[in-house]
């Protein structure tokens, strides 16, 4: 059974930077997509960033992309997610989530559905 455990939240000022790391273990085959999304009060949760095992471009999403990098350690297993010029808005619970043995990650958005092993979350608060 794939565990995901996740690390690096906090709270934050506008502006500022949090690094979102996620352990994974148990995995029974080598190639997978790791993902975050986020899920803030009263919203749908909506994914982020997702990063294949195997390389290739990873997936941001608009709201994200060119403050947010996500990267990975396959010799640990654990993805990272950097996230600068925080803004308000990025406030939310954020998830890890893996699929494996597949052979890639979406190109043109996450979904829940896709994601079979899940995080507990880890929240980020983005306030002055």
């Known amino acids: 059974q794939v565990q995901l455990v996740e690390s690096g939240g906090g709270s934050v000022q506008p502006g500022g930077s949090l690094r979102l790391s996620c352990a994974a273990s148990g995995y029974t085959y080598s190639s997978n997509c790791m993902g975050w999304f986020r899920q803030a009060p009263g919203k749908e949760r909506e994914g982020v960033a997702a990063i294949y095992s195997g390389g290739g471009s990873p997936y941001y999403d608009d709201s994200v992309k060119g403050r947010f990098t996500i990267s990975q350690d396959n010799a640990k297993n654990t993805v990272y997610l950097q996230m600068n010029s925080l803004k308000p808005e990025d406030t939310a619970m954020y998830y890890c989530?893996?699929?494996?043995?597949?052979?890639?990650?979406?190109?043109?958005?996450?979904?829940?559905?896709?994601?079979?092993?899940w995080g507990q979350g880890t929240q980020v608060t983005v306030s002055s």
């Open positions: 989530a893996a699929e494996e043995n597949v052979g890639g990650c979406p190109s043109e958005g996450l979904y829940e559905w896709a994601f079979p092993y």
